[in-house]
C-alpha cells in the first residue's frame, strides 16, 4: 500500500538554497582517536555492546561468522555458524545480540555475555531475512516469504517462541530493512527505481499500520527512527541532504533537511544516539565527511574523511553517549575501525572586543562573542578575569553574546580573560584582549565671536570628548585675555560648561581696542584629558557719536549752559573734551577751554557770553583706548539791540538809461558804522554797489544807472552789541523808444519844431524801436491833428507785437490832410508778465502834407 510518492528531483530544487547557503564548512577534528585493521571479508553492519565491551560485525550473505573485538578493534572471536548473518540488534537489557541470517533463513540469538548462539528462529525456506529489529517486546525481521518480502515477528518470552510473517505488514516487492524507536518499526525496501517505506505503531505487540510512502529517484542508502518514534530519516544514494519525515503521515517533518556536502552528497551511512544527535556520513559532493547533528538543522561538528570510504551502514554509537564507531574501506578492499571518542565535541571560538573606550571612573563594557560549529550553549558561565583576578561569571546568551561590565579607577593597562569549561559538546575555549583604560581626549573648540567691542567681548564654543559623552555637574574651563600689542595677560573668571551639550560662553569687557587672544583651558578630570583652545579677536575702538543740546538763542552777559553726551560708554575717569567758541570778535582764534566727561559720557558746557550774534561752540573728545576721536558742533545766537536802517532814492521812476541817486541811513550802533547798499535789477543778479561807513549823519549815498526796474536795499552786518538790519526801496525805470517817420521827401520848420513833409499820395510810415529788446511784447501808435489853435487826438491804435529786434512799424492813411498840421507817438505797454520795466510813450514826431 503506498499513501503518495515524491519526486526527488523536485526535491532536490527545494534545498538548492540552503546547500549554497551552508558550503564553505571547515574541519574541527580529526577523523579518529584511533584505528584498527578488520579482519573482515565483506561487511554488513556494525553493532556495539558497550556494557560487554565488544564490537560485533556481520559480513553479510556468503559469510559463516560474526566478528567480535572489543571496542577498540582488537579481535576478540568469531562467531561461526552464523550462516550470512546481516542485520544486527540488541535486546532492551543488552544480554542478547538477534543476528539476521540470510543464508541460514533464521533469525539468532547470541548470549553477548558468553558469545555463544542461545537461540535461533527459523524464518522458512528462501526467506533470506536481512534485517533484524526490536520493539514492543519482540524481534522483527524482514524477509521473502513467498516470493514477496514481508515483516515478520518472533516473540523471545513466549514459551516456543515462533518466526511468524505479519499479514499487514507483508507484500513487498523485495526484502525490507527495518528500523525503530519509540515504539515505531519503519520497514523500507529499495529498487533501482524507488523506494517505498512504511510505519508501524508495534509499541503494544502489535503491528498498526501509521504510514507508507514511495519515494523516487534512486535507493534508500540509511534510515532511522528518533528515539521518541516521531521522525524517520532518511537517505538516498542520489539526494543532498538527509531528510525527515513525520512516522504519523511521512510529511515533511520540521526541520526537514540535514545538509551532508553537496550535490549529490551521496550519504550512506546513519545512526542516532539516545540523546537525538545525528550522525550521517557522505562519500561525495564538495565536503564528503561526517556530519553532526543535534537534532536541528544547526550543524553540530563536521569531521572530514581521509583516505578511504565510509562503508555502507558504517557508523554506530556507543552506549557512552560519546563515543562513535565508523568502519571505512579503502581502495584495497581492507576494512578498518575508526575510533572517535568524542565527534560531538567541537570547537568553540571566543572573541572580546570593546566599542568604545575604557575610561578611569565610567563604567565600560566588553562585548563579547561564542562561535562554534554546533548550537550555542545558551546560559552557559563564562569565567572572567583581570589581571589573573577573577571577576564575576557572565552568562552566554542564545544568540552567542555576551557582556563584561567594569569600572576602573585610574588610567592603565588590563589583561581581560574569558574562559568556557567546555560541555558534552563543546570543547573548552579561552580568548583575552587588552584593554587601555585612558582618559578620553578632549577639544575646545572655538565657534565664534558674537561681539568684539571693548566693552563686550562675547564667544562660544564647546567642549568635546570622543566618545561624545556628557561633562560632570560644575565643570568649568579657565580663561586668560592677553593683549598682543602689550603682551599683558589677565585671568578672567571661569566658565561653566553645559554638562548635557558641552556648550560655553565667555564675556568680556577689556574697555580697549587691540588685538587680544583668549586662551580656553579645560584642565581635565578623572575621567578626560586636558585640552585648550586660543581664539583671537580684533577689537575696533568705538566710533562714538558726540551730541549737543544746546539752546538756539541765548542773552548776551547772562550765564549759558548746555549739556552733551558721548556715545558707547563707559568711559575712563579723569576723560575731557575741548570746548572751542568762535564768535564775532574771536573769528581766527577761538576761546578754548576743557570739560570733564562723565564715566557714563555726560558733559556740561557753561559759558557767558559778551559777543552777540552767533556763537559756534565746537566740542572735541581726543579718544582714549576704547574710543576714537569724536567732534559736534553747535551754534547760539546770543541777543544784540535793534538798530534802525533805511535807504531812500531820488526818483520813483527814471528813464531808461537815468541814473539814480540812492541813501541809506543808519541809526545807533556799538562797533560798526558800516553799511552796504546794493541794487537788484528785475530779472537780474543782486550786487553791490557801495559799502562804507556812514558819514556823521549816519548817511551813506551812491549812485547806479537803471535799465530795468530795481529794488535797492541798505544792510547793516551787525556788530558785538547791535543785530543786523536791512531796508529797501524799489523804483521804476521806462523802457528807450528811438522813434522816426519814412517816406517824407522834405521837412519845414514851423517856429523851432520841424516837421516831416509828405506827398498827399504817400501814407507816412512811422517806426518804433524798444531798448532793451521786447520782442513780441506790444507797441501802440498815436495820431494828433492840430486845429483850432490846439492838438486832437484822431486815433490810437491796438496793440502791434513787437517784431525781432524790439520794432514796431505802421502806416498813417490822413484824409484831408494837405496844409494841415499832424504828430505822432509810440507807447510801449508792460504787459502782465514783463516785470522788468514799465510802460513809456516815447516823444512826438511833427508832419505836414502838400499837394
Known sequence: MRLKQVSLTAAISVVAGLTTATVGLTGTAA????????????????????????????????????????????????????????GLALSPDGGTLYAALADGDAVAAIDTATLTESARYATGTGSGPVSVAVAGGKVWYGAMVDGRGAVGSVDPAAAEPVATPQSVMSNWPATPQLATGGGVLAAEEMSPSDTDMATFDVSSGTATTMAHLGVSGGPTTAFQVTGDGKKVLLATAGDAVLRAYRTADMATANPDVYWVGGIPSGPNSLTLDTDGTIAVGSTKGSAPGLYLYAGSQLRENYVPFPSGTLAPDGLEWGGDGTTLYGVTQDSTGAYTLNVLASPKLTDSQLALSIPGYAVPTREFTLNGTFTTNGFVPAGAKLQVTRDGVQLPDVTLGADGTF????????????????????????????????????????????????????????????????????????????????????????????????????????????????????????????????????????????????????????????????????????????????????????????????????????????????????????????????????????????????????????????????????????????????????????????????????????NLKATYKLTHNTTFTASFAGDYRYAPATATRAVHDQVGIAEKLGGSYTSIKY?????????????????????????????????????????????????????????????????????????????????????????????????????
Not at 553479510?60 to 577498540?72: E, N, P
Not at 561624545?468 to 568649568?476: K, R
Not at 510810415?765 to 511784447?777: A, F, H, L
Request: aromatic share 8%.
Open 403 to 698: 557582556a563584561i561590565k567594569d569600572t576602573r579607577d585610574d588610567e592603565g593597562t588590563d589583561t581581560y580573560q574569558v574562559s568556557y569549561a567546555g560541555d558534552a559538546t563543546h570543547r573548552p575555549a579561552t580568548t583575552s584582549l587588552k584593554v587601555y583604560v585612558t582618559r578620553l581626549v578632549t577639544d575646545v573648540e572655538f565657534q565664534e565671536f558674537s561681539s568684539a567691542t571693548p566693552h563686550s567681548v562675547v564667544f562660544t564654543g564647546t567642549l568635546s570628548s570622543r566618545d561624545l559623552g556628557t561633562f560632570p555637574q560644575g565643570t568649568t574651563l579657565q580663561v586668560t585675555r592677553t593683549n598682543e600689542d602689550t603682551q599683558e595677560s589677565v585671568p578672567l573668571p571661569s566658565v561653566p560648561v553645559d554638562p548635557a551639550t558641552g556648550a560655553f560662553t565667555v564675556t568680556d569687557a577689556p574697555d580697549a581696542a587691540g588685538w587680544f587672544t583668549y586662551r580656553v583651558a579645560f584642565a581635565g578630570d578623572a575621567a578626560h584629558q586636558p585640552s585648550a583652545d586660543e581664539p583671537s579677536a580684533i577689537v575696533k575702538p568705538y566710533t562714538p557719536a558726540l551730541t549737543l543740546k544746546a539752546p538756539a538763542t541765548a542773552t548776551r552777559a547772562a550765564a549759558l549752559a548746555f549739556g552733551g553726551t558721548l556715545g558707547d560708554a563707559p568711559y575712563p575717569a579723569g576723560e575731557t573734551v575741548t570746548v572751542s567758541r568762535t564768535d564775532l570778535a574771536h573769528t581766527s582764534t577761538p576761546v578754548t577751554w576743557t570739560v570733564p566727561v562723565g564715566t557714563d559720557g555726560k558733559i556740561t558746557v557753561k559759558d557767558t557770553p559778551s559777543i552777540g550774534g552767533a556763537n559756534a561752540y565746537k566740542v572735541d573728545y581726543p579718544g582714549d583706548t576704547a574710543h576714537q576721536a569724536a567732534t559736534a558742533s553747535s551754534t547760539v545766537q546770543v541777543s544784540r539791540a535793534a538798530t534802525a536802517v533805511s535807504v531812500t532814492s531820488n526818483e520813483s521812476t527814471y528813464t531808461y538809461g537815468a541814473t539814480a541817486t540812492v541813501t541809506a541811513h543808519l541809526g545807533t550802533t556799538y562797533n560798526s558804522r558800516t553799511v552796504s547798499i546794493w541794487a537788484t535789477p528785475a530779472g537780474g543778479k543782486k550786487t553791490l554797489v557801495k559799502t562804507a561807513a556812514v558819514d556823521s549823519k549816519g
Open 31 to 86: 577523523w579518529a582517536d584511533s584505528t584498527a585493521a578488520l579482519p573482515l571479508s565483506h561487511y554488513a553492519h556494525m553493532l556495539v555492546d558497550t556494557a560487554h565491551q565488544h564490537l560485533f560485525f556481520s559480513q553479510g550473505a556468503g559469510s559463516t561468522g560474526i566478528v567480535v573485538t572489543d571496542l577498540a578493534g582488537n579481535p576478540v572471536t568469531t562467531l561461526t555458524g552464523e550462516q550470512g548473518a546481516t
Open 751 to 851: 517856429g523851432t519844431v520841424t516837421y516831416r513833409v509828405y506827398h498827399h499820395t504817400v501814407k507816412p510810415q512811422v517806426t518804433g524801436t524798444v531798448s532793451p529788446d521786447k520782442s513780441g511784447q506790444c507797441l501802440r501808435f498815436q495820431a494828433q491833428e492840430y486845429y483850432n489853435k490846439a492838438w486832437h487826438t484822431l486815433t490810437t491804435s491796438s496793440c502791434f507785437s513787437l517784431a525781432t529786434g524790439s520794432v514796431g512799424t505802421t502806416s498813417l492813411s490822413l484824409t484831408n490832410a494837405v496844409n494841415q498840421k499832424f504828430r505822432v507817438r509810440t507807447e510801449y505797454v508792460a504787459g502782465a508778465k514783463d516785470a522788468t520795466n514799465v510802460s513809456t510813450w516815447g516823444g512826438w514826431l511833427y508832419l505836414t502834407v502838400r499837394n
